[in-house]
């Protein structure tokens, strides 16, 4: 307590005190979060900061000098049409794969909830494509999708559907759904795999109520299965968005971003402008522009899951 | 299903396998391609149009690979990474969800919001600064390198999950346990922590994979060959003008034996998981 | 965690710049584009450190000299040839080998380590980056006197930058045009003598392959967005007189010749049909495997191609028969695409006439040749060009010969971000998004704007 304190108000001391006690009363529990909260602050919290930062300048690769810019980067690319492109580009980009992802995890997850023969081997089964390196995933989902030299062409090739070979990553209008394919295939078993817990725990005698009743499978699976796993779907969804959002190892793999930058998302294009091409001011203020856009939808997000009585 | 008539549920099952052995093969394909191309010369790799099957199976890969590649090495330092991640990440992620769970207090919401806040930054975009932080500790071509910054963006998501279901668990359960004199850490190890076997499980496999899977940060803090692991080792296989297709597969495919193994392995944990779960009802 | 000492010029930049010069290379990740260009890396897998001669530490002096991939095949004529010039000058050579995906960071961090090596090989496009930080030692010299005389005009000039040679030229990799003498045949083409001297005659060619029998592809054409799809291009691009930046390092890539060059390379997938389908998703790598595999009748590419399919030939894994001919000439010349590697001498070296020294010895014409065959790299001496080994082999002789046509892409610091500009441009036109001119005219500006 340093002299200045004395003349401080009553209230505000007090104030001060209750905060002290309030602290030293749960201890523990600021005791328990402080390692991770630290962690997190050394490790990624300087590089956050220093891409604020960075957004503020012009900082060439190929030089050491820094110019203040101010907002001019932000200016810059709302000024620009290449910002809005990325942004449809990147909408569709998660929206198809969360919805892929999603919907096959549960379809999977449902599928593989009882006791059904050969358990094992399909729970295994389900859990490959989780365990390849995505970048290895990527290559052979380029290889199989290749007009030339794919798997997916040869099929189609015997069955008669086409006559020669079609370069789905080479088209323009397509080549994006053949990137989501791939992400949708390597991001499904986790889901899988989070809506199966989620489906341990939802309770068995709701399911035998409703078999007294007749229900068909499918009205369980609407009116209890869904309910039930609401908050599992609402969660994993988030999540997913996110990671699908700014996911690069994959895209890149297979396009590059091309053909034509019409499979690049934000995420890609702040690679190519703010490492490859060495404009680190720029790059920085796209993904401070990417970031806030995720932070308003996961809040947005997860104020729709708390009014539904969860709390946080 | 005890309701159901006989024929409904023959029925039922057609449809069930229908379904998982359609899904399945979807899910194979990718999978079918590296592991039937292994079994190829090169040229039959690149034959236009690909031929669905080995016209001459060879397992010569198979034997050439042991002496041609590191693939040995790679897989332990695979496993060295993705060990280190995990028990790095729960030592971290554990003391902070329970804490988040059993008390409330101020600036919870904002931790649990500021750690979600982590994953909202692509790695890739975080690398420069990334570089900086780990330069700046000397762990650059260290095993750290890679583990800590996979901590860091595995941790959010551990946080969330284990935060998640030590909710779930009834108070009353470490009450009892308090009133007969145990300490918090015995709560947590002893009563917790068994009841979120379930969490746990796919929480360790979360962690295990995402640095088992991820291939930039071993490109840009590791420089030593001797400290590659599978991506990494797969990647290096790249050359500019010559790249062994057969090698790169075959080495992809024995890369994820363990991890079956392994997946095999967890399922079970799973299935002991839930009854876990219904002996809490 | 760094205290923002000084944002003027921060210490932690040059680490960084160092981690965005590896990334921008492309790093291994890029696989989508994997092969790189030139003769910079034909090793692949497993060139690990070779042998670090562990240097005596007395009052001998040392050279300390780094290459990169040191593969089994070349292990042994570095350890021979070392002990050679230890001996002959009572000196220690340090030699060290680092695997292609780490070179340029190892040399980077070497050099802002202030323990650059004395002699280091260094791809010739890298070569604005490193003179950047002022550590390299123009080698005038060496290269405007008598031993520069050894070398191709083009290939010598490959090492220029700034008008200096920072370099000495050490391994080089140029492309000759490919052509299938089973499908010439069956398309009622002349296999040993094809008439293939212009883009025209080229163009003919396919279209007879196209209406032949022959059921491979006429022609190769890369459109993939990658690095190399650029590079497969510019032979149409120079040799309709257009240039990629003018003297002053503009760019001027929309003049009326670039305008025809680009047409007549999108024309040959949409107006004649006589590429593999989808070139926009083939990079060149894809076309060279289908010509290595018999499924194409023509195919811009480098001498490997050939090596491979002989050895393909050898193992009966194909049964067609090759020819090998000039890229065709256009309306303003030929050129055939050189990359070149170099052996540099670093500033921070010591030893420079001792550095100098080394690259004398290992320019001796006997020892070229050695390296040339042993490793399987083009010739960059003219003497060892002419030697019958190489001028009269049916895979190296077009190669050889194609020497004289050398031209290099022009060495600019941000050559990447230009290059992945017009393979864009290409991409756009050959996806009928733009219109050749209007392709190259959106390029030419967005690059004016670049450069500023």
């Keep these: 307590m340093s002299l200045a304190e004395e003349y401080t108000e009553a209230s505000e001391d007090s104030r001060l005190e209750r905060g002290l006690a309030y602290v030293q009363r749960n201890s523990r529990a600021y005791l328990l979060i402080a390692p991770a909260a630290l962690f997190l602050l050394a490790v990624v919290g300087y590089p956050i900061i220093e891409t604020f930062r960075l957004s503020l300048y012009r900082s060439p690769a190929d030089s050491t000098i820094e110019t203040f810019v101010g907002l001019q980067h932000y200016v810059e690319i709302f000024d620009s049409d290449i910002f809005y492109r990325l942004l449809w580009q990147t909408g569709r980009w998660v929206l198809a794969g969360v919805a892929g992802k999603t919907v096959l995890g549960l379809l999977i997850a449902v599928h593989l909830k009882g006791d059904i023969r050969g358990r094992k081997f399909f729970r295994t089964a389900f859990l490959i494509p989780w365990g390849i390196p995505y970048a290895i995933s990527a290559v052979v989902f380029r290889w199989i999708e290749h007009p030339q030299f794919g798997y997916l062409n040869a099929i189609l090739l015997k069955l008669g559907v086409i006559e020669q070979g079609i370069g789905i990553l080479g088209n323009p209008s397509i080549a994006w759904l053949g990137v989501v394919v791939a992400d949708i295939w390597i991001g499904t078993p986790f889901m899988a795999i989070i809506f199966l817990a989620g489906l341990q725990s939802i309770p068995q005698e709701l399911y035998e109520a409703a078999a007294i009743d007749g229900a068909e499978k499918w009205h369980q699976f609407r009116y209890i299965t869904l309910p039930q796993l609401k908050s599992v779907i609402l969660i994993a969804t988030l999540l997913s968005t996110i990671w699908t959002f700014v996911s690069f190892d994959v895209i890149w793999t297979m396009t590059g971003g091309g053909p034509i930058s019409s499979t690049a998302t934000l995420v890609i294009h702040i690679y190519q402008v703010g490492l490859q091409n060495g404009n680190l001011g720029r790059g920085a203020a796209y993904s401070v522009i990417g970031f806030l856009f995720l932070l308003v939808f996961a809040i947005i997000y997860l104020r729709i899951y708390t009014r539904g009585g969860d709390e946080l | 299903m005890t309701m159901a008539g006989h024929d409904r549920s023959g029925l039922r099952k057609v449809r069930l396998y229908g379904v998982l052995l359609a899904l399945l093969g979807l899910m194979m394909l990718p999978f079918y391609t590296m592991f039937s191309s292994t079994f190829k010369p090169e040229s039959e790799i690149f034959s236009a149009p690909a031929t669905l099957f080995p016209s001459d199976p060879s397992f010569q890969a198979y034997v050439e690979v042991w002496s041609q590649t590191d693939v040995l090495l790679w897989i332990g330092n695979s496993f060295i990474i993705s060990l280190g991640t995990v028990v790095l990440t729960l030592l971290l992620a554990i003391p902070a969800a329970y804490s988040c769970a059993r008390n409330d207090f101020v600036g919870k919401r904002t931790f649990l919001l500021s750690v979600l806040v982590v994953q909202m930054f692509a790695p890739v975009v975080l690398i420069v600064g990334l570089f900086d932080v780990i330069t700046q500790f000397g762990l650059f071509n260290t095993y750290l390198a890679v583990i800590i910054p996979a901590a860091a963006f595995t941790l959010p998501f551990n946080v969330w999950m284990l935060y998640g279901y030590f909710k779930t668990i009834p108070v009353a ?57 599978i991506p990494r080792g797969v990647f290096s296989m790249v050359g500019a003008l010559q790249t062994d297709w057969r090698m790169m597969l075959t080495v992809s495919v024995i890369g994820i034996i363990p991890l079956l193994i392994l997946f095999a392995f967890l399922e079970e944990y799973i299935v002991a998981g839930m009854t876990a779960g219904a002996v809490k009802e | 965690m760094q205290p923002d000492n000084n944002p003027e010029s921060s210490d932690d930049s040059i680490d960084r710049r160092q981690l965005l010069q590896a990334l921008g290379a492309g790093g291994a990740i890029a696989i989508a584009g994997c092969s790189g260009d030139g003769g910079s890396g034909s090793d692949g897998g497993d060139g690990d ?47 060290t080998s680092v695997t292609w995906d780490n070179a340029r ?59 200096s040679h920072y370099g000495v030229p050490w391994a080089a990799s140029n492309k000759c045009l490919y052509y299938n003498k089973d499908v010439f045949e069956t398309a009622g083409l002349d296999p040993e003598n094809p008439s293939l001297d212009s883009w025209q005659d080229m163009v003919d060619a396919a279209k007879q392959i196209r209406d032949s029998d022959a059921s491979v592809p006429a022609l190769g054409l890369a459109g993939a967005d990658a690095i190399e799809t650029g590079s497969q291009y510019y032979h149409y691009h120079w040799s309709h007189g257009a240039d990629l930046v003018d003297d002053e390092g503009m760019p001027v890539v929309n003049s009326s010749g670039a305008v025809d060059a680009l047409s007549l390379y999108t024309d040959l997938h949409l107006e004649h049909d006589v590429t593999q389908s989808s070139p926009l998703s083939s990079t060149r790598q894809d076309i060279r495997q289908l010509f290595e595999n018999g499924d194409l009748g023509m195919v811009i590419g480098h001498v490997y191609t050939g090596l491979n399919i002989t050895s393909a030939q050898e193992n009966d894994e194909v049964d067609f028969d090759y020819g090998i001919v000039q890229v065709p000439r256009g309306p303003e010349g030929r050129y055939s695409l050189f990359t070149i590697d170099t052996l540099a001498i ?107």
């Design chain 2, 173 to 229: 359960l470490e009450e009892s346990a308090r009133i007969d004199g145990a300490s918090q850490l015995q709560i947590l190890t002893k009563i917790v922590l068994p009841l979120t076997k379930p969490a746990l499980v796919a929480s360790i496999t979360y962690t295990f994979l995402y640095a088992w899977n991820r291939l930039l940060f071993v490109l840009t803090f590791l420089t030593d060959s001797a400290k590659y692991n």
């Design chain 3, 49 to 95: 450190s070779g042998s670090g001669s562990d240097g005596g530490d007395g009052g001998t002096q040392s050279v300390q000299f780094l290459t990169m991939g040191v593969g089994d095949n070349i292990k042994q004529f570095f350890e021979e040839n070392n002990a050679a010039f230890e001996e002959e000058h009572g000196v220690d050579v340090e030699f």
């Design chain 3, 105 to 163: 960071q190892t040399v980077n961090n070497r050099v802002d380590g202030g323990q650059a090596p004395d002699v280091s090989r260094w791809p010739a496009r890298w070569i604005p980056q490193l003179v950047g930080k002022d550590a390299l030692e123009p080698l005038d010299d060496m290269m405007d006197g008598e031993f520069g005389e050894q070398f191709y005009d083009g290939v010598a000039e490959g090492t220029m930058y700034n008008g």
């Design chain 3, 346 to 452: 670093l500033s921070q070296s010591e030893h420079k006439d001792l550095a100098r020294d080394l690259i004398r010895f290992y320019f001796d014409e006997e020892r070229r040749f050695q390296y040339s065959k042993q490793k399987g790299f083009l010739p960059v001496v003219e003497a060892v060009g002419e030697r019958s080994y190489f001028s009269d082999s049916k895979n190296w002789g077009p190669f050889v010969e194609a020497g004289q046509y050398a031209r290099a892409r022009p060495k600019l610091s941000n050559f990447s971000e230009f290059n992945d500009r017009m393979v864009q441009a290409i991409q756009e036109a050959l996806a009928e998004r733009k219109t050749p001119q209007k392709a190259l005219n959106d390029a030419q500006s967005d690059l004016e704007d670049a450069m500023e």
